[in-house]
Structure formats: structure tokens, C-alpha cells
């Protein structure tokens, strides 16, 4: 069936790195625009980065601009979130999901991979 699976997650040092990756399978996305939320335990759901189906657009948060780069692989069907300078606030549970960025709606989610940042 249609899927969004993460991977490439994991426990890192405070200042480390981590690649994220998202493979979709099922469909093509494409046409969609993807991106990255996160949720860590007892707080919302909250916007990490998203990129256009062109390629042209990216957008960040304010508290990963700089730190994290979102990019997609049409080809292979993937997005990837590099995320540099890690901070123990950055740990969560992260989600990638395709939809429209326009209209802020997402019709497909992964089923999220953990990131923990220790200091």
C-alpha cells in the first residue's frame, strides 16, 4: 500500500549530526510537496521543514534555520532531512508527510522514527 517510512534516526551527542530519510513506496509523489514535523513527549506536533514539488521552495522553522536541510530524490521516491548542530530540545519523534504546503493539508504520514539528543 501507499507508504511513508523513516529511517536514519537515532541517540547522537549534543553538536552531532543525523540524516533522516524518508522512502515512499505505493505511489509517486512527485507532484507533492514533502515534509518534516515533529513531536516530542507532551508537546504538539510542530513544523520542521517542507520542499515544493518544484524544488524551488524550501521552508524552515525558525528554530532549525541554518541548522537543517531538507532535499528530495524524485527519482528514488525519497526526502531527507540533514540535521546539523543538534540540541537536546531538537529530540522528538520525527514524521515525514507528503500533501500540499499551499493549503498546510497532508494526506500521507510516516510512522515516525525517534531522534534523541543527549547532552
Known amino acids: 500500500q501507499e507508504q511513508l517510512v523513516e529511517s536514519g534516526g537515532g541517540l547522537v551527542q549534543a553538536g552531532g549530526s543525523l540524516r533522516l530519510s524518508c522512502a515512499a513506496s505505493?505511489?509517486?509523489?512527485?507532484?507533492?510537496?514533502m515534509a518534516w514535523f515533529r513531536q516530542a513527549p507532551g508537546k504538539e506536533r510542530e513544523f520542521v521543514a517542507a520542499?515544493?514539488?518544484?524544488?524551488?521552495?524550501?521552508y524552515y522553522s525558525d528554530s532549525v534555520k541554518g541548522r537543517f536541510t531538507i532535499s528530495r530524490d524524485n527519482a528514488k521516491n525519497t526526502v531527507d532531512l540533514q540535521m546539523n548542530s543538534l540540541k537536546p530540545e531538537d529530540t522528538a519523534v520525527y514524521y515525514c508527510?507528503?500533501?500540499?504546503?499551499?493549503?498546510?493539508?497532508?494526506?500521507?504520514w510516516g510512522q515516525g522514527i525517534q531522534v534523541t539528543v543527549s547532552s
Open positions: 508527510a507528503a500533501g500540499d504546503y499551499d493549503s498546510g493539508l497532508y494526506d500521507y
Open positions: 505505493g505511489r509517486t509523489f512527485s507532484r507533492y510537496a
Open positions: 520542499i515544493t514539488w518544484s524544488f524551488v521552495n524550501t
